[in-house]
């Protein structure tokens, strides 16, 4: 066969000549972002001016009425209502807006740095590199996450309005909390799609790497073997833990107005605790270990190469000065191949100076409930 068209069939096979994945495959069943991206064709810059002024708007009322009804002024009060609407909920829609292209750019940036490889015949599941990306499109926007999370979020809306509020002993009027949480209903809704789309893109993300090797770029320009993207995600993820800390803090300051009661403030801590050790894991210790393994499949032949050396060169001392010299030099040349291999071989997902910023992020949303608490003691708020 000629040898130009043997490299057209191959390059027509290569991954790198597929269509690439793009953020709308992922959110086609997600009504909110269909009619905020696709209907009303928003930049996300004005989703993020939208998401602070509506919730703007019902605290704005909230502050006329305290000034008016109130004497005396409640600064840890000021300070979560600031806190939310010009920090928490722009923060939370960038995240949402981020996540599904976040998700479309990791998978085609691993498809063209080319280190996904071949199949792992010993295991079942997808046999091809693009059946599993139709996988992934499938399970991230099934309309099933979106039919729960609307669930969840109407029966806590019903809760909140027919059981909880009712009852609540809070000195905002009835109708104000009414407004409150219709304002924080999207907010929810948003929270549940952004949390989804991360576990199932770091679900598949360990999956693929579970059922194809891994071929790390030793010298790829992203310091990370071509596995670089998964940073991306992985600040992603730690913004939501930020999100999550920041909200339990919020909460906190405003505790004398009772906006959560305690039941939904213990849930909200539950799941910042366990949701915070899993992103960690998924995206940067299983990577790790992968990464790991590929480098030890790659040093592999060298280890064998300098066993079968070494009992040679055992097996010639005594009997051959020339062979035992030239066996040394064999050896030593192999110890110093395994050595420069061992050293380039990056086994993180991240740049070594970018593991340090990521510790002291993860750090901060620890640290952040105490330096509330220190706020509101030194503002002298008693609840």
């Known amino acids: 066969m000629d040898t130009t068209m043997v490299d057209q069939q191959k390059g027509a096979e290569s ?9 709308q495959q992922f959110y086609q069943h997600d009504p909110l972002l269909v009619l905020l991206k696709d209907k009303l064709r928003l930049r996300d810059l004005w989703i993020i001016v939208g998401a602070m002024l509506l919730p703007g708007g019902v605290f704005l009322c909230w502050w006329l009425w305290w000034a008016s009804k109130v ?8 300070l979560s209502v600031l806190l939310q609407t010009f920090v928490l909920f722009p923060f939370l829609f960038l995240i949402y807006l981020l996540v599904p292209a976040s998700i479309a750019g990791l998978f085609n940036t691993l498809r063209t740095n080319g ?17 599993f ?15 729960a999370i609307l669930v969840i979020v109407v029966i806590y809306a019903l809760y909140r309005l027919l059981l909880l509020e009712p009852g609540s002993p809070s000195p905002v009027p009835y109708w104000m909390r009414v407004s409150a949480i219709v304002i924080y209903l999207p907010l929810m809704y948003a929270t549940g799609m952004s949390v989804v789309r991360l576990l199932l893109a770091l679900v598949f993300t360990n999956w693929l790497f579970y059922l194809f090797t891994l071929q790390v770029k030793p010298l790829h320009a992203d310091g990370s073997g071509g596995l670089g993207a998964l940073g991306r995600l992985l600040w992603i993820s730690i913004g939501i833990m ?59 032949p060298l280890v064998d190469e300098f066993q ?13 000065i020339r062979s035992a010299i030239a066996g040394t030099r064999q050896l030593a040349a192999l110890k110093q191949r395994y ?6 071989f990056p086994t993180w997902p991240l740049e070594i100076s ?30």
Do not use: C
């Open 115 to 131: 280190v996904i490889g071949e199949h792992r015949r010993h295991q079942s599941g997808a046999q091809t590199y693009e059946t």
């Open 354 to 383: 970018a593991l340090g910023r990521v510790g002291v992020t993860v750090v901060l949303p620890l640290i952040l409930p105490l330096i509330t608490s220190l706020i509101s003691f030194a503002l002298h708020i008693h609840p």
């Open 339 to 344: 050595d420069l291999v061992r050293d380039t």
């Open 242 to 300: 930020l999100w999550e800390a920041l909200l339990l803090s919020a909460t906190w300051l405003s505790r004398n107005l009772h906006w959560l009661s305690f039941p939904e403030m213990l849930l909200l801590g539950a799941m910042y605790v366990i949701l915070t050790p899993a992103l960690l894991l998924g995206w940067l210790v299983f990577p790790h270990r992968v990464m790991v393994r590929a480098r030890d499949e790659a040093l592999q």
């Open 133 to 147: 990306v139709q996988q992934l499109v499938s399970w991230v926007d099934r309309s099933w996450w979106t039919a």
């Open 71 to 78: 004497r005396f002024w409640v600064p840890d009060n000021t």
């Open 15 to 23: 991954p790198t000549n597929t269509t690439p994945l793009s953020a």
């Open 308 to 320: 079968q050396a070494l009992t040679q060169s055992l097996l010639s001392v005594g009997h051959d």
